[in-house]
Structures are given as C-alpha cells and as structure tokens.
C-alpha cells in the first residue's frame, strides 16, 4: 500500500479546516439573519466560534423533526450546521435546541461584556458556551443542569472556559447568585421568586412560559418571557417568540399550566407589558399564578 506522504496530509487537513470554518460561518449567517439579529456581531461570532459537534457528540446525529426523529446519513459536519434540533437524549426527548430560537432569544437578553449570566437547563453545555463568548473572559457563567449525565457532559464540555462553572442541580431552587442575566432552558409555569429576586437592577431573566401538556407529555407551545427589572419591584414583561420545550424541574403548577393554555390560545401575548407581585390583578389582567401576574398595562 503506498503511503499518504505528510504534504497531502497537510493540504488534506488544510482542505478539511477551510471546508469546517466555511460551515461554521454559514451557520451563523442562517441563524442569526433567520432570527432577525444579522447585524449582531456579537452573536454571529459566538454562533460561528463555538463547535457545535462537540456537544452533540459524534454522528451520525438524530434530528427532530415533525414530532419524530431522522437519522442523518453519515457524520459529516456539515448536517450540523443546519438551523435543525439534534438529539441528545432521544429517549427522554432532550434536544440540543433549534439555533434560530435561541438567536432570537440571545439578541432579545443582550448579554453584554463582563456580565453575570445564569443558565438553567445547560444541557451538555452549547449555549452555556454561547453565554460564555457573550459575556467574555471579565463576565462569568454559572449553568445549572439537573440530569447527570447531561451535567457531566457539561463539565467536560466546557472545562477549557475559564468564567464558566457548571453544577450539577436544580436552577430552580435557592440559593442562587445575583446577577445580570437568566437564562431559562426548560419550561415552566411562572416567574419564579428565586430567579426574580436574583436580578441586579435591569437584571433581564428569559424564560419559556408553557402551558398544560401537549402531545407525549411535552408542556405545550408558550412563549420566551422576557422580564426585565426596571427597579426595585418593578417589572418589565414581553414575549419574545414562541417556544416548546422540556419540563423545568420544579417550576411546573398543573393549575397554573391549565390557566396559561386557555390564556395562550385567546391568541393576544403579544399585549403583555408587565409583571406584577403580591397584588391583586386589575382588569389588565393577562394570566395569574401564586403571588404573580402578567398586565397589558
């Protein structure tokens, strides 16, 4: 057999980075233009420096797709980087999530330089790395996630990202730091009192908001709340899009989810306008929980 001399080694590894950075770089200009954010640098650049691969582990990958799941034919990269939900536990239908939604979901927290981020629902640590190029070297993460085997994924994942630290519990449960920034990765029925009084003045926490159990015991389609603390015990609160995702450990009301889906299906989120505590709701009323409620005023 005729040896591979170690020139066309090196054209042939060249050739292979070239073509890995050309679907990087793809990949970030479709998700970030598909989520209405390309002219975020930022972003673009966490999208395209962050290899995907590493955090879905090898292929071929299953792909989420119309309530199912495809297997992709080979494990070329390049399947990857598509705006497609990959598996990362199938049999508990733990994705690594659609690209496109968390781009719209990053613009809308606006991680800046040097923040404090929280990550509940890292998974096995993707866009935890995300946060953590957002936020950069003077910033710091802290992601959360409950599963162990996700978590230890997580830490191996991640353990070349110094302002990163991973624990393997629940985020939805005392005690957690204060910080800028909350990221919520699996749905819930409320703005938890932990992860509101969490937030520094204009502290932002994005959670998926999801209703009563849709098909295969997933919560159904709610919505990515974005409530912002705009003082002491004030609130901003908006939908940012749409969102379907994994129950969040203790932070699900089987009543609260019954009220969100009647309040979901009158079709009018987008009136939303703030978060409101201990008090009792007006006729601006948009939905109620324990201690809370979301006003169109």
Not at 79 to 98: H, K, S, T
Not at 182 to 198: C, F, Q
Not at 206 to 235: K, S
């Amino acid at each position: 057999m005729q040896r591979v001399g170690p020139t066309i080694c090196k054209c042939l590894w060249g050739w292979y980075v070239n073509r890995l950075e050309a679907y990087r770089h793809f990949y970030a200009e479709l998700v970030t233009t598909s989520a209405g954010a390309a002219k975020n640098e930022g972003l673009k650049h966490a999208f395209a420096s962050t290899p995907r691969e590493r955090f879905t582990g090898i292929g071929p990958w299953k792909i989420f797709a119309g309530g199912n799941y495809v297997e992709t034919p080979t494990d070329d990269l390049a399947f990857l980087y598509q705006d497609v939900v990959v598996a990362l536990a199938p049999e508990r239908r733990i994705n690594n999530g659609e690209p496109s939604l968390h781009a719209i979901s990053l613009a809308a927290l606006n991680v800046k330089q040097g923040e404090k981020v929280l990550h509940v629902g890292a998974g096995t640590g993707y866009y935890t790395a995300l946060l953590a190029r957002l936020t950069g070297e003077t910033g710091t993460v802290v992601a959360y996630e409950v599963e162990h085997d996700l978590a230890q994924n997580a830490i191996r994942n991640l353990s070349d990202l110094s302002n990163v630290t991973v624990q393997e519990r629940s985020g939805s449960e005392a005690p957690l730091p204060t910080c800028d920034a909350i990221y919520v990765n699996a749905g819930a029925t409320a703005p938890l009192n932990v992860w509101l009084n969490a937030l520094q003045l204009h502290g932002r926490l994005l959670f998926p908001l999801t209703p009563a159990d849709g098909p295969g015991g997933m919560p159904g389609a709610g919505g990515m709340l974005l409530v912002t603390r705009t003082a002491t015990d004030h609130f901003d609160a908006r939908f940012v899009c749409a969102a379907m995702f994994v129950p969040c450990f203790g932070a699900r009301d089987e009543e609260t989810a019954q009220k969100l889906s009647v309040a979901f299906k009158r079709g009018d989120s987008n009136k939303v306008r703030t978060l409101r505590r201990n008090s009792k709701p007006d006729d601006s009323c948009w939905c109620a929980g324990n201690g809370w409620w979301l006003s169109t005023a």
